[in-house]
């Protein structure tokens, strides 16, 4: 008893706090630092994921209303960090362990590369983006996902001129949808889209919310992907209910920002940033698309301003990765997809190797 207060007890209760997320508590995920009492004070020091976890004003009212029961009276003071690198391994491999058991992610995607387009808003060539990049990576003979999470502005049917109905196979209890599957050179690309499983678009323009995020939801877990090197998702335009579904699902997805050369864009833009860094998704660069053209005499033309793309990588901390042209060419984009498969070798240090090799052995041996 400190300060006739029963430290023990504030300590269990305050550990058997659950982390929605990870499923996990925050004893077990080693986020409970030192709990302290005086006669007007709790002091509770906590190492979260990130300090922009999306759970810490959840973990404060929770703390709050165990140490009014226990300590009443008592002013609380979270002592918030990060978890160091052990225990964020920690975290990552309870958040695989949680969303393998709500069978949500199949266990071939956790050993893939996935790389989420984002934009602050429409029309700067995002699905272009994604599209070209998704194409590129299939260089070598890949197969590469590309999940068109833009639910109800989908363009990537139109972009890879695909037009019939996905089929869904098996059971009553276990079934699958089967992504369309087009060949590039060597490659295989393996499309899904909201736009290649309604009749109409008005069809889907009728989903918000918690419906974007399950079609999210089916979109990752309900689809034969097979085992494709890389996933592309191309994402809704913005910040809202699809990107904080794909981090829940695929927390280890990385974020491309693509923006156009206006420096006007740009305050837009970083919003998209920093919301994926809030749900905790690392954001790899930026790209800026529609940046110049050559003219016939060999000059540069730059029709829609400049500054943008580097503008947005100095706010957001991260490496510009490419400039691409008005009307951008498959070479263009291949260079940006070695740039970034160089970016995802950099970081994948060793902790997602561990992450990578236990979604291996978490894998049925007839999967690898
Ligand atoms: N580099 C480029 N060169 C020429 N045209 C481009 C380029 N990038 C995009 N476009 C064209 O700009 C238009 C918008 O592109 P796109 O649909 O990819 O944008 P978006 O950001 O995904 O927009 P939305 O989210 O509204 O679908 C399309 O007509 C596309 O063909």
Not at 79 to 108: N, S, Y
Request: proline letters at 5%; a negative charge.
């Amino acid at each position: 008893m400190t300060a006739g207060v029963d430290i023990d007890e504030l300590r269990a209760r305050i550990g058997a706090i659950r982390d929605p997320e990870l499923d996990a508590t925050l004893s077990e995920l080693g986020m409970l630092g030192d709990v302290t009492v005086t006669a007007t004070t709790v002091r509770v020091g906590i190492a979260l994921t990130t300090l922009g976890c999306p759970a810490r004003a959840r973990f404060r009212g929770e703390i709050g209303a165990i140490v009014d029961e226990l300590a009443p009276g008592r002013s609380l003071i979270v002592d918030e960090t990060e978890l160091d690198h052990a225990g964020r391994a920690r975290a990552m491999r309870a958040a695989r362990a949680a969303a393998q058991r709500r069978a949500e992610v199949p266990a071939a995607l956790l050993g893939t590369d996935v790389i989420a387009v984002a934009s602050g808003k429409g029309g700067v060539g995002k699905s272009t983006v994604a599209h070209a990049l998704a194409r590129a990576l299939t260089h070598g003979g890949n197969a590469v996902g590309l999940l068109d999470a833009d639910i109800w502005g989908f363009s990537q049917p139109h972009l890879t001129e695909r037009r019939e109905r996905l089929v869904a196979r098996g059971t009553s209890d276990r079934w699958e949808i089967e992504p369309a599957r087009i060949e590039v050179d060597d490659g295989e690309l393996r499309l899904v889209s909201m736009g290649l499983l309604v009749d109409d678009a008005d069809d889907a323009i009728m989903w918000r919310g918690p419906m974007l995020a399950r079609a999210l939801e089916h979109f990752v877990a309900d689809v034969a992907w097979g085992q494709p090197s890389t996933l592309v998702v191309d994402l809704p335009p913005g910040t809202g209910d699809v990107p904080l579904a794909l981090a829940r699902l695929l927390p280890d997805a990385r974020v491309v920002v693509v923006t156009t050369p206006s420096p006007l864009a740009v305050e837009v833009a970083v919003r998209a940033g920093t919301f994926a860094r809030k749900a905790n998704l690392d954001v790899l660069g930026v790209i800026e698309n529609l940046s110049w053209l050559r003219c016939e005499h060999g000059d540069l033309i730059r029709p829609f301003g400049e500054g943008g793309g580097t503008l947005l990588a100095q706010r957001l901390g991260v490496p510009l990765l490419a400039t691409l042209p008005i009307g951008l060419v498959d070479d263009d984009v291949r260079v940006v997809a070695e740039t970034i498969t160089r970016e995802l070798a950099a970081r994948s240090d060793h902790c997602s190797a561990r992450l990578w090799a236990y979604a291996r052995l978490a894998q049925p041996q007839n999967d690898r």
